[in-house]
Every structure is written in C-alpha cells, then in structure tokens.
C-alpha cells in the first residue's frame, strides 16, 4: 500500500539537461519476452535485462536491449524502491519530500565531477530522494561516460542494481513524471542504447505523445523529444513532423537562450532537408545575433557546430559574431569545444585578429597537455588562415617532438603541412624532422596514401627531403594504392608528385631511386582552385608592367604569363643575349639569360608578416636552380612608389643593378 500511495504522487524537479552530445542511432529489433516473472522488487530488478538465452545482456549491433517486465511486487519497505541487500540502491522518486533547489544543484556539480560510472553508482546510492530530473541527469552522465560512438564502451553498465532500480522507477511512474524529467528520461534511454520496445521505453513514448498533443511543452522540451524521436525512429517518425510542426508556430524572438541552443541542436541531428525550415533558420539567426554576447563556452561552440553541420554560409554575420564572443571564451573552452570552434571557423573562411592573439597568448600554455586533435586543428586553423604565429608554431614543435609517438598518422601529417604551406621552420626543426623521420620508419605502413604524399611534399616545401621514403612514392605499388583512393588521381596529386620528382632531381643529386612516370606528370602547376602556385595580383601586375614599357621602351620586350617547360609559370619573364642586351620576348636563339620577374601580391605572403609561403619559395628555389635570375617584385615595397619616375627607377634598380638606363 506505501508503495501504491507514493507512485500516485506526481514527481517535482526542474532540472533540465543543458548539454547533449549527439545521440547515435538505435536499433529497433523487437527483444522477445521472458518466460518467467519474480515475485520480489529485487529480483525483478535484478532479472531486467536479459540475453535472449540467458540471464545476462546481449548486445546486437553494438545496442544494449533493456526490458522492464512489471508485477506488483510482494514486500516494499519504508515506501521505496530498494533490493534486499544493505548495499543496494536506496533512493526513491518522491513528491512528499522534494528536493531543494540547493540540493537539486548540488547534487548536479557532484554529478558532473563524476569521473565514472561507478562514481555515479555511487553518488546515488548516498540519495535518499531525487527527483525525476535528477534521475534523468544521472543517466545522461552515465551514457556521457560510456558512450562510444554507437554503442557502449562497457555494455553490463546497464546490469548494475542502480541502473535497473532506476529504470524501474521511471517505468512504473511514467504517468506522474514531469516533462522536463520524462523527455529527459527518454533521450537518456536513447543514448544508453535500451531497446525501443522494451516496456520502459515504450511507456516513456507513450506519455511523451500524449503530452505532445497538449501543446504545452517548451521550446527546448520540445527540441529533446524531438532528438529521443529521431533516434528512435528517425527522420521519418510521425512524432518528429509533430514536434517541428509546435516548432514552427512559435516566435525565435521570443526564445531563451537555452532555448535557441537546444534548437540548433535539435536541427543539427538531421530532420529532414534544411530548406523546408529556412524561415525558422533565418529567424533563429536573427535572434542568435542577439543575443552572442550572452553565451557561454559551450553555447559558442554548439551554435557554430550547427552552423556547419547546416552549411549556413548565408550565416557569416552571426559566425562573425560568435567570434568575437569566443576571444573572451579561448581559455576556458573544453579540448572538444575549441576543435568545433576552429574547425567551424575554418569552414567559413573567417579569423579575427583578436581570436588570433588570443590563441597566441593561449595556445604555449596548452601544446603539451591539451588532446592531440585540438593541438592539430591549431596548427590547421593557422596554416589555413596563411597566419605565421611564431609563439603558436615554436610551441606545437616543441610538443611534437615529446608527443609525436601517440599522435595518429592524420595528426602527423597536418601538423608537419600546415608548417610547409607557411614555408616556417621552428628552432627546434632538426628535432622535428627527425622525429618525422622516425615515425615514417616505424609507421610508414600505417599512412593513407594521399596522407603519406601530403607529409613528404610539405616537408619539400621546407627545404627538408626524407630521400628513402619519397623514393617508395614512385613505386607502381604505392602509385596504385593511390589510384585507388578517394577520387584517384586528380591533378593536386599528379602535381604534387610531379613537384616531388622535380625537388629530387634539382635538389637531391644523389637522388638514383624509381623515376616518376611520364604519364603521372603535369606540364603546369598553375591550375584553377587548388594550385602548387598562386595567381599574378591582376591590380599589381598591370602596375608592373606599365613600368616595364616605361622602362624597355616597348610590350614586345617582355613575355607575360609565361609557362616554363619545368611547369612553372613566370609572371614576367625578360630575355637577354651574351652582351646583355634585352631580346624581343618571341627570341628563341641566343638567348644567354633569362629573367624570371615574380609580382607577389599579398596571398603570395603569410598575412600578418613579409614570409613567402612555402609552394612560393620553393617555385623561386626551383627558378634558380634551373638557371633564371629571379627578380622579386613584393607588393610591400612597390605600393611605395607614387609616380612613374620612381615606379621605372625602382624596376631599373631590381632588374638591372648594375646597368646605366637610357633614357627613351
């Protein structure tokens, strides 16, 4: 009868989940019903879960499958729900002796500090009374400890006498829970992988339907019903399209924070196709807007997660503003929060000088200790961002060199690449180059092809040439496994592989390894997109070359846009005969020296200093190497000069140092 009377007591508790990783799919295999029912609350608990042949968990495809067979139980004492030994969970879902908020809060920091699932066992066991929010949250951090991808690292969690007791309760009280703690309950069952059609889940969706055709849930109740639906069902579940529909009649404007946050994760998961609710999309971008300055570290990284998940590229003023919020955030963002804030800001092309100084000032603080991904998304941010941080690169050498072994052959490669593309090398770059070195010894199987090619043609960039592992690059073993990946063989990589022969042999005299196949080679490194070279500065390029006429007296003695037998192709390129005069740029014969004249505008630098990026100098290395006199035009010195008398006596200087000019 106590037990009667107190599961008639509907449940209080407002704690909400504010953060959820994202829910994994579950599997809908029907579990077959035991035979067999107990006659006590501890045997029924403790005879929950079941294999299908025997008394133990099965796991099918990687799903944890939890049924609840209910019977009124025989003996309760002292009104809750308990098993008969001592050490059994004590706590019971009740509203006669609710929870303070106090305790409420307390008991969620002692939750969150919980470092496994046992700590969490634990901390229940010392509760006498939680709440159905409390109850729901414990789950949560139990499935947050032992989700992994899409099953659990430690599948008998579930066999625990704390998790079957809980469940129990959930079950048997699914009536009386508040909605805040029912759809709470019934994502958290979705992260644990219970079975959709065990009894605890179909009661939990059940109720949940029932209170959906109210219309009285929150935004934010709504959003976590709405994720527990799509991964029970997916994104054809009838709930689902009722969820979005209450969605859509509300006001964005009008939303909290938490809210909104819950609603771009919601979306996140993958409801449907993004532009049946462009509408809401805009105005809940409108609204975010508004409200960045107010968000917290996971707030940031979360809406900038689904910013990219939901390709919002119509979105670039609020990501502006994310940013901004985030300078203030950089220190206290978690590993995995500051990989979703760089990987999303690499998405969408965006840096702030702030966020970069603020990393700057973080990131020597971090290199050793931080999780080897996050380590590497600096490193790639920066690279990709054409930004040369000294402080930021000299501390991920430095920790590369003591770290490199646990890092993973992706991490390497991106790491040593992002160095290449800004052509910098740390103070510490023997020590790094040798430790690449000894990972390709050790590892060399372990590379992706397209990986492998990354890592050796970065190394060129900078002047750094692993010989006996590049020579493995030509075989016709590893040209096919490259063949064979991803897209085959595009142009980036024939071009790659074209400048990596071509550093051998003008670099590497001893070089006596495989050749590159013609077949595998390209005749021009300049191509659309990505490119082994960047594009002339048009602006800057036609300055130039005013300047030139002025100075050779005529177009006809300068070739423009010239492609070299050697792929290059050379911006400006000026002819000479033994006596050194100039040659018409349609001369073939003697023709004694050629000049190579490279207009670099801005993109051909590193953006906040006058560094060449490292495909820039190797280009000019390469020039040089094959007999041009390279002349260096850099956009810094020339937008100095602010007439036509100082423009050609600047290019007379450059070109011809040593020659007295005529004048024409």
Known sequence: MALKLIQRCPLLGQIGIQRYPPVGPVCTTRLLSSQGLPLCVACLCTSAIRRQSSKKLQSDCGIRRLTTIVKEPSFVASSSVGLHRDSGPRFRLTQLHRPTAAEEQAFQQRLGSCSSSRQVFTLLRTMEIISDTMAAAALHRVADLEQEGNSLKDPTVLEKDTIIALCFQLEQDSGRLTDAGLISALLACTRLFVDPWSTLMVRLVSESQERLGRGQMSVGQLCILGQAMLAVEGPGCVMLEQVMEQIQKQEPAKWSRADLTAAYRFLQGGVGEYRKFRNLL???????????????????????SALVTLNQTQAIPLVIKLCKQAVQHVPHFTDEELTIVLGALMHFGHSDHYFVEAMARYVPTMAFTSHPETVTKVAQFFGQRNILSTNVFDAV???????ADTYSTSQVARQIMALGKLGYLPPNAGEVFKKVETILRTRFSHFQPRTLLNLLHSCTLVERFPVNFVSKVFSSY????????GTGMDRIVLAQLTQLYMTLKLECP??????????YRVKSFLMSGRSLETPVDAHLYNSVKN????????????????????????????????????LPARHIDEVYKRIAICIDGQKRFTTNTRQLLGKEAIKQRH?????????????YEFQNLKNKTRVVEYLHQRIFPHTYRLSW
Not at 282 to 304: E, F
Not at 510 to 519: A, H, Q
Not at 560 to 579: A, F, R
Request: aromatic share 12%; charged share 15%; with cysteine.
């Open 282 to 304: 805009n105005a809940m971008h409108t609204h975010a807007m508004t409200v960045t300055s107010c968000m917290d570290p996971p707030a940031v990284s979360g809406l900038l």
């Open 397 to 403: 050498a430095a920790s590369f060199v003591y770290r």
């Open 478 to 485: 590893f040209l096919q496994q490259l063949q064979e990946q």
């Open 510 to 519: 001893f070089y006596e390894g495989p050749r590159l196949l013609p077949k």
């Open 547 to 582: 300047g030139l006429v002025d100075l050779l007296g005529a177009r006809t003695y300068f070739g423009s846009q010239v492609l070299t037998p050697y792929c290059y192709t050379l911006d400006v390129e000026i002819k000479l005969d033994e006596e050194g005069y100039v």
């Open 623 to 635: 020039l040089r190497l094959l007999g041009y006199e390279v002349v260096q035009i850099p956009y």
